[in-house]
């Protein structure tokens, strides 16, 4: 491949969060399959790219410390990789290429929890090609607003403006009214904080959302109807506004893969300001 084709830049999204939160059961929501492994033991966290595959299968790929090597794996490795803290760091980044993703050209980025012991904050900013970046801070709906969390918020805000969103996750954890007045609060808490304009806030469920399909999943089934409503409408407004800002950069150009994911610019500068993170 030609340097040219690796230097093509992709729309990114950013998932950032605290550990727990729920980004990979988010990730698997969006992308409508359970590509990531989603526990409450925290992991390694690599930086993890996740686009879309022009083939018929998913494929797995590691890019190597050092030598900038990728090397292609089985799902079982890949998870391996991911969440064993006892493997030597030999490998700096991972992709997924995913079959048949609802999106064709925004990638996902899987990144280290904010509030771990290893990563307590992830800054993403002075990026190559940052215009291309959005960011999703993912959070649990009822901490949302925790110090460190608006902090992240007013740092990113300057340099993202429209391009920052909130992701308020586990909204099914809470009754309709209070999901009710955490949206119709939210903005005026953040510009309280001095975020102005304040970031969309969005309030989800990812784990309704995976069962959406299966109209007999017993959660869905107890989960009162107008949390539901009310968690489906906010999934779906998000899923829209990814839509769109995939359609707005995007290239339409020849289909790429995970290793040049992993290699575009604004990924080659993202990876750099992760590097020498202890895993």
Known sequence: MTGDHHARQHPCAFVLGDFNVGKSALLNALLRREILHTSREEGRALPTFIGRSWESCDRFAALSTGGDQVTAM???????????????ALTKALSVAC?????????????????????????ITNLVNQESALLLLVTDIEYW????????????????GERLYIVANKADHLNASDIERI??????????YG?????????VSARLESARRDPKNEYR???????RELCDTG????R?????????????????????????PLATSFIATQEGVPA
């Open 74 to 88: 089985t799902h079982d490795e890949f998870l391996r990789t991911r969440h064993d803290s006892t493997l030597p």
């Open 99 to 123: 079959a048949a993703s609802a999106f064709s050209e925004l990638v996902f980025v899987d990144t280290a929890g904010m509030s771990s012991d290893t990563c307590e904050s992830v800054e």
């Open 145 to 160: 607003a925790s110090k460190h969390t608006m902090d992240f918020l007013a740092l990113h805000q300057e340099q993202f």
């Open 183 to 192: 949206q119709a609060k939210a903005i005026q808490r953040l510009e309280d």
């Open 195 to 203: 975020i102005d304009p304040a970031p969309r806030f969005f309030a």
């Open 221 to 227: 089934c107890r989960t009162k109807k107008q949390v």
């Open 235 to 238: 999934f779906d407004a998000l």
């Open 240 to 264: 829209v506004a990814l839509y769109e800002f995939e359609a707005t950069h995007c290239q339409r150009d020849t289909p790429t893969t995970g290793d040049d994911w992993m290699r575009m």
